[in-house]
């Protein structure tokens, strides 16, 4: 039972708690196209790769689950995640399992114009997106919408590319610096980060996490408290059956005076997820009990509230040959 984890980067927590909850029973291998990845080093085996685009990746990854006995795999960055789905049954005939959801899912998720659309067609309350400038522009003269609001990439992760415009001069200066960009209202309400997991056998969902964001940092949750709240829970329940997802996703959220705005999902571990772990809910655990072929029984809600996560940094000194494999 030996787990592959894909672009590792700086997740070193993902590796150690997977490490920590497999126990013996299986191995942590760790994929990067950098030899700099402080979470290779915490994985029983490390891979240097070529980057995700090159021609030639997905063999490559094929070749270390075999070489490495791997039954799961999944990945941490976004556009990787719709790689894996497109390769789900070459995977499967391996004897892998992915850890995710669909290639639909994944793709819909990475493009927040789409993901906007579904949510609109479903009726949730979400935060307003438009691609067209002069339709935006005319929305704010209705009243519809008010600065300020950003500026970012339809299809982007990790917060990279984003803006914060005051007027209408800036929309144009943004839209003209580069192509595929939308606007998307600026929210002011409590901002809130769910992590949840649906079993990769029943399709059910199987757990659910809430925090308060105090701080953020690069895209990812610094600073956070735990918390519950019956009708999130029915809320994310229904997206869930909704949409069919599976395995980790994680969805941000605004509370805007009792009514909670979708914003986006990141169908994978999100970057506050050791909150979760530390707070007692184990999603390696569940990944386990997958691997192992059996389905889960849910736990929602199973957590104290007001644990409070504060991030920090740590340090990783590597000697000699010991980055080079």
């Given at each position: 039972?030996?787990?592959?984890?894909?672009?590792?980067?700086?997740?070193?927590?993902?590796?150690?708690?997977?490490?920590?909850?497999?126990?013996?029973?299986?191995?942590?291998?760790?994929?990067?196209?950098?030899?700099?990845?402080?979470?290779?080093?915490?994985?029983?085996q490390?891979?240097?790769?070529?980057?995700?685009?090159?021609?030639?990746?997905?063999?490559?990854?094929?070749?270390?689950?075999?070489?490495?006995?791997?039954?799961?795999?999944?990945?941490?960055?976004?556009?990787?995640?719709?790689?894996?789905?497109?390769?789900?049954?070459?995977?499967?005939?391996?004897?892998?399992?992915?850890?995710?959801?669909?290639?639909?899912?994944?793709?819909?998720?990475?493009?927040?114009?789409?993901?906007?659309l579904?949510?609109?067609r479903?009726?949730?309350?979400?935060?307003?997106?438009?691609?067209?400038?002069?339709?935006?522009f005319?929305?704010?003269?209705?009243?519809?919408?008010?600065?300020?609001v950003?500026?970012?990439?339809?299809?982007?992760?990790?917060?990279?590319?984003?803006?914060?415009?005051?007027?209408?001069?800036?929309?144009?200066?943004?839209f003209?610096?580069?192509?595929?960009?939308?606007?998307?209202?600026?929210?002011?309400?409590q901002?809130?980060?769910?992590?949840?997991?649906?079993?990769?056998?029943?399709?059910?969902?199987?757990?659910?996490?809430?925090?308060?964001?105090?701080?953020?940092?690069?895209?990812?949750?610094?600073?956070?408290?735990?918390?519950?709240?019956?009708?999130?829970?029915?809320?994310?329940?229904?997206?869930?059956?909704?949409?069919?997802?599976?395995?980790q996703?994680?969805?941000?959220?605004?509370?805007?005076?009792?009514?909670?705005?979708?914003s986006?999902?990141?169908?994978?571990?999100g970057?506050?997820?050791?909150?979760?772990?530390?707070?007692?809910?184990?999603?390696?655990?569940?990944?386990?009990?997958?691997?192992?072929?059996?389905?889960?029984?849910?736990?929602?809600?199973?957590?104290?509230?007001?644990?409070?996560?504060?991030?920090?940094?740590?340090?990783?000194?590597?000697?000699?040959?010991?980055?080079?494999?």
């Open positions: 039972m030996n787990v592959l984890v894909l672009s590792c980067g700086t997740r070193n927590k993902i590796i150690r708690y997977l490490k920590r909850e497999l126990a013996g029973r299986g191995r942590v291998v760790a994929t990067d196209m950098s030899p700099h990845a402080p979470a290779l080093y915490d994985a029983d490390h891979y240097i790769v070529p980057r995700m685009t090159a021609e030639g990746y997905i063999d490559v990854i094929f070749e270390i689950c075999r070489k490495e006995q791997i039954t799961g795999v999944f990945s941490l960055i976004d556009p990787e995640l719709s790689l894996l789905a497109q390769h789900e049954e070459a995977f499967r005939e391996l004897g892998v399992l992915v850890f995710g959801s669909s290639y639909e899912l994944c793709e819909r998720c990475l493009n927040k114009w789409e993901m906007y579904w949510l609109e479903h009726g949730y309350a979400c935060v307003k997106n438009y691609i067209q400038k002069q339709e935006f005319q929305a704010v003269r209705d009243g519809v919408i008010s600065y300020p950003f500026v970012k990439p339809i299809c982007g992760s990790a917060s990279m590319a984003i803006s914060k415009a005051e007027d209408e001069e800036t929309i144009e200066f943004l003209r610096r580069s192509n595929g960009m939308l606007i998307q209202e600026y929210q002011r309400g901002e809130i980060g769910v992590d949840c997991y649906i079993d990769m056998i029943s399709g059910e969902l199987i757990s659910i996490f809430a925090k308060k964001k105090l701080a953020m940092r690069a895209g990812e949750t610094d600073k956070s408290i735990s918390f519950k709240d019956g009708p999130l829970f029915d809320l994310v329940g229904r997206f869930v059956r909704e949409s069919g997802f599976r395995g996703i994680d969805i941000d959220l605004f509370d805007c005076e009792g009514t909670y705005y979708i986006e999902v990141n169908p994978r571990f970057g506050g997820y050791p909150h979760a772990y530390e707070a007692g809910v184990n999603h390696m655990k569940y990944m386990i009990c997958n691997l192992l072929g059996q389905a889960n029984v849910p736990e929602i809600g199973k957590y104290e509230e007001g644990i409070v996560m504060m991030k920090y940094h740590e340090l990783m000194m590597l000697r000699g040959e010991d980055h080079i494999r």
